[in-house]
């Protein structure tokens, strides 16, 4: 090939150049084009780093042009309604018309195969309650008896997501957002900044690794600066992060350009230096220790509502907290339960796809375990991962969770078109960069009134689907409300699925066989499970 080009690229060099000199001068505007293509394909001969060029000179630069290409002509042309990674046309599409509030309907029946294995449906009722008689802002109560100042939640707020990974538009928009719908607005690690606070939405402050917002200069908790934020009027819940689904196990780095002045005062860290957020916290180191400072975060907030965020792993260290909990009597008021399915702006291959129980496997299990001990009454559970619709808001509903939080579908409410660019700093839509000339383009007048239309049409409809299965409040939604097809011929419920469990029945010793293992292992002095040759300690 190299060869070829060298002869082709010769010839039309000495035939271009012959022909301006011999016939015409206007050739030579040909004989350049020639001469900067014979110089590409020279460049990209004698490079090193390109295979694919070194041995194709300029054709080999198509086949880049053509993977960046790849999935735009895909989602354009190629995709059909139910495909589509992570969320599909049909999924964007509705999260799209319900912020703009456009047209809800669909013509001509679903597009679902609904003899698909891992079809899901909803039960309905021969005695359907009117939509008018329910209430059609249903909302939850989070704060237990520690609690001096319970929050009432809407049954969907803000997944956590921060001022860094979004930018000053986004964050502004969701806010202002929350304000309209009167909904909560989760501030994700990063702190609170101006821009959460400037139109007055409820936060959930959450703390990470990193502590940020309330860390002394070594990056260890700080109990005066936590105080202070936490006292914050618009601040009505505390989320302290374990883990996300996206990425759990895996800390951060804020690298030191993108530590601007602005960002090192929100998260109270040095500006232009490389910081990092450990995978661990520093603040206590075993089950028992993070129920006491669960307890000292609500001491130190004026008693709000405290609660913490974790994708499933392993088993045994939530029973290890479980009993932690039950030790000191001493409860947090919620529990955010994120799916392996999660997103992030930026996390690794292996982590995004392999680390984590997904969302419905962890929320059953977190159910059952607190029903089994006969704590649930104290812990408001709240479930994410992969929330587009009403449909899956009743779904997790009817498996145990109390409300609900949504990140990307609020970021598709807010322009988000899954250019999958968020690691770029480039994304299209000014959502999840930084770059000014980009982020120009999100207009939060416009977007926050999307981000509240979305809100509202998800409720709306999830009081609907409560009401076409004859229920007037979504605590008599259960697991036997929810179908799937397990195979071709074969349908179960979900609590045939996930089969429930009896308030206080593992206090009797009733621990299924499929926890017992877990039960083994779980210790609140320690973390993990341990091994010593092939026997567990
Ligand atoms: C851009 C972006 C940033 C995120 N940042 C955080 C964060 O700071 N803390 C956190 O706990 N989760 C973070 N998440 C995870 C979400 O809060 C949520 O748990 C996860 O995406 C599942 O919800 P979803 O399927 O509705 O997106 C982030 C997600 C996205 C898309």
């Given at each position: 090939?190299?060869?070829y080009f060298i002869?082709l690229?010769?010839l039309?060099?000495?035939?271009t150049?012959?022909?301006?000199l ?14 900067v293509?014979s110089?590409?394909g020279y ?7 390109h295979t ?8 080999g630069r198509?086949r880049?042009i053509m993977?960046e290409?790849?999935p735009?002509?895909?989602?354009y ?5 139910i495909d589509?990674?992570p969320?599909s046309r049909?999924?964007?599409?509705t999260?799209?018309q319900r912020a703009k509030?456009e047209?809800e309907t ?5 597009q679902l195969d609904?003899?698909q ?6 039960c309905?009722s021969m005695s359907?309650k009117a ?7 249903p ?11 319970p929050?009432?939640?809407?049954m969907l707020n803000i997944?956590?997501m ?13 806010n202002g957002g929350a304000?309209?719908?009167n ?12 821009y959460?606070l400037?139109?007055g939405g409820d936060l959930?402050?959450q703390i ?6 309330c ?5 260890n ?7 202070k934020?936490a ?7 505390i989320?302290l992060?374990?883990s ?8 951060g780095?804020?690298?030191a350009?993108?530590?601007s002045e602005e960002i090192?005062?929100?998260r ?9 957020s450990p995978?661990?916290h ?8 993070m129920v006491q400072?669960i307890?000292k ?6 008693r709000k509502p405290?609660?913490f965020?974790?994708?499933?792993g ?7 907290i479980c009993?932690?909990?039950?030790h ?19 996390a690794?291959?292996e982590?995004s796809n392999?680390?984590?129980a997904?969302?419905?496997d ?7 375990i607190?029903?089994g001990l006969?704590i ?7 479930a994410?991962g992969?929330i587009?619709?009403?449909f899956?808001?009743?779904r997790a509903?009817a498996?145990g969770a109390?409300?609900?939080n949504?990140a990307r579908?609020?970021m598709?409410?807010?322009g988000?078109i899954?250019?999958?660019l ?5 994304c299209?839509t000014?959502?999840t960069?930084q770059d000014?000339?980009l982020t120009?383009?999100?207009?939060v007048?416009d977007k926050?009134?999307r ?9 709306k409809?999830?009081v609907e689907l ?7 409040d ?11 097809r397990?195979?071709?011929n074969k349908m179960?419920?979900y609590?045939e ?5 009896k ?11 499929k926890?017992?293992?877990?039960f ?6 320690r973390w993990?499970?341990t091994?010593?040759?092939?026997q567990?300690?």
């Open positions: 090939m190299r060869q002869v690229s010769s039309t060099l000495i035939f150049l012959g022909i301006t011999l016939l015409d001068k206007n050739w030579s505007v040909i004989f350049l084009i020639v001469l293509i110089i590409l460049i990209d001969m004698f490079q090193t780093k694919i060029r070194r041995i194709y000179p300029v054709l198509f880049y993977e290409l790849r735009k002509l895909y989602q042309f190629i995709e059909s309604d589509g990674r969320f049909i999924e964007r599409s999260v799209y509030q047209l669909i013509p001509f029946g679903t609904v003899y294995e891992g079809y899901e449906w909803m309905h359907p939509f008018e008689d329910l209430d059609q802002d909302r939850v109560i989070i704060g237990n008896r520690d609690c001096k100042q929050y009432s939640s809407s997944s956590a921060s001022y860094g990974a979004l930018s000053a538009q986004a964050v502004e928009a969701l304000k309209i719908g909904f909560a607005h989760n501030t994700g690690e990063g702190g609170i900044s101006t959460h400037k139109h959930i402050w990470g690794t990193g502590y940020f917002g860390r002394d200069e070594k990056g908790f700080n109990p005066e600066l936590f105080s934020n006292q914050l009027p618009n601040v009505k819940m989320e992060k374990i996300q689904g996206a990425k759990p196990g895996h800390g780095i804020l690298p350009s993108k530590n090192a005062k929100i109270h860290v040095k500006p232009h230096t490389k910081i990092a995978p661990y520093t603040a206590f180191s075993t089950p028992l220790e400072f307890q975060l609500r001491d130190l907030s004026g405290i609660g965020k974790l994708c499933i392993h088993k045994a260290e939530f029973i290890s009993k932690a909990m039950i000191l009597d001493i409860y947090p008021d919620f529990i955010t339960i994120d799916g392996g399915e999660g997103g992030t702006g930026a690794p291959q982590f392999y680390i984590g997904p969302m419905l962890g929320l059953a299990f977190v159910d059952n607190l029903n006969n649930r009454k104290h812990i408001k559970i709240i994410s992969k587009t619709s009403a899956h808001v009743a509903v498996l109390d409300a609900c949504s579908a609020m598709m409410a807010l988000c899954q250019a999958l968020c690691n770029t700093n480039k299209p000014g959502i960069t000014p000339k120009i383009g999100l207009v007048e926050k009134t981000v509240a239309n979305y809100h509202k049409g998800i409720i409809n999830f409560l009401g076409a299965s004859g229920l007037d979504m605590k008599n939604l259960t697991r036997s409300h929810i179908y799937k397990v195979d071709l179960k419920t609590e699925v996930f089969p429930s469990i308030p206080g029945s593992m206090l009797q010793g009733e621990i299924p066989e926890y017992q293992f877990d083994d292992h779980s210790n609140m002095n993990g499970l091994t010593n040759g092939n567990y300690i």
